[in-house]
């Protein structure tokens, strides 16, 4: 008799144990998906970089889209965006998620850096595509900051206006 007690004590660990995985799996699926980010590296350094701008996969409507340049121009205005050090005449890569490859994606700083692409990363990005260089006028000496903004934009190929999420860092020469 006590032996048939504890297997139906074991069963019912075992149908609360099912029930409780059950419902955690639910909820973790009814959560959402996480905000996919850019992965930035340089040298040995692997910094994650979360949107600007994201509207959970689907294109930012065009009242967001101005409210979204704003960000990035205060962004750049205050020197705030997350800073990623870097070597000078080094290079670096960008990575993106997988939900950033279906769409597609492009990236530019003083210069176009990475061309529309739905790859996963792109490689030997030079820093002289991230730094602005600047001529003076009375010399003719050319200088190029120290450092410079790098923002990527996921949007479909062949679109200029359709947005999907903003990605903005800075880069800064260290010795």
Same mark, same amino acid.
């Given at each position: 008799? @006590?032996?048939?007690?504890?297997?139906?004590?074991?069963?019912?660990?075992? +149908?609360?144990?099912?029930?409780?995985?059950?419902?955690?799996?639910?909820?973790?699926?009814?959560?959402?998906? &996480? $905000? &996919?980010?850019?992965? +930035?590296?340089?040298? =040995?350094?692997?910094?994650?970089? %979360?949107?600007?701008?994201?509207?959970?996969?689907?294109?930012?409507?065009?009242?967001?889209? /101005?409210?979204?340049?704003?960000?990035?121009?205060?962004?750049?205005? /205050?020197?705030?965006?997350?800073?990623?050090?870097?070597?000078?005449? @080094?290079?670096?890569?960008?990575?993106?998620? !997988? #939900?950033?490859? !279906?769409?597609?994606? %492009?990236?530019?700083?003083?210069?176009?850096?990475?061309?529309?692409?739905? !790859?996963?990363?792109?490689?030997?990005? &030079?820093? %002289?595509?991230? *730094?602005?260089?600047?001529?003076?006028?009375?010399?003719?000496?050319?200088?190029?900051? #120290?450092?410079?903004?790098?923002? +990527?934009?996921?949007?479909?190929?062949? =679109?200029?206006?359709?947005?999907?999420? +903003?990605?903005? *860092? %800075?880069?800064?020469? $260290?010795?």
């Amino acid at each position: 008799m @006590s032996l048939n007690r504890a297997v139906a004590a074991l069963g019912a660990v075992a +149908v609360v144990g099912a029930a409780t995985v059950g419902l955690s799996v639910w909820k973790a699926n009814d959560a959402g998906k &996480p $905000v &996919p980010r850019i992965y +930035v590296t340089s040298g =040995s350094t692997w910094t994650p970089v %979360s949107p600007l701008c994201y509207n959970g996969g689907k294109e930012i409507a065009a009242k967001d889209v /101005a409210a979204c340049a704003a960000k990035v121009q205060k962004l750049g205005a /205050a020197n705030a965006a997350k800073t990623i050090s870097v070597r000078p005449n @080094s290079t670096f890569t960008i990575g993106v998620d !997988k #939900d950033i490859t !279906k769409v597609g994606w %492009s990236a530019s700083g003083s210069a176009a850096l990475v061309a529309q692409t739905t !790859k996963y990363q792109a490689n030997n990005l &030079p820093l %002289s595509g991230v *730094f602005p260089t600047s001529t003076d006028q009375s010399t003719g000496a050319t200088s190029t900051a #120290d450092k410079g903004t790098v923002l +990527v934009i996921e949007r479909p190929a062949g =679109s200029t206006s359709k947005i999907v999420g +903003v990605w903005v *860092f %800075s880069m800064k020469t $260290v010795s």
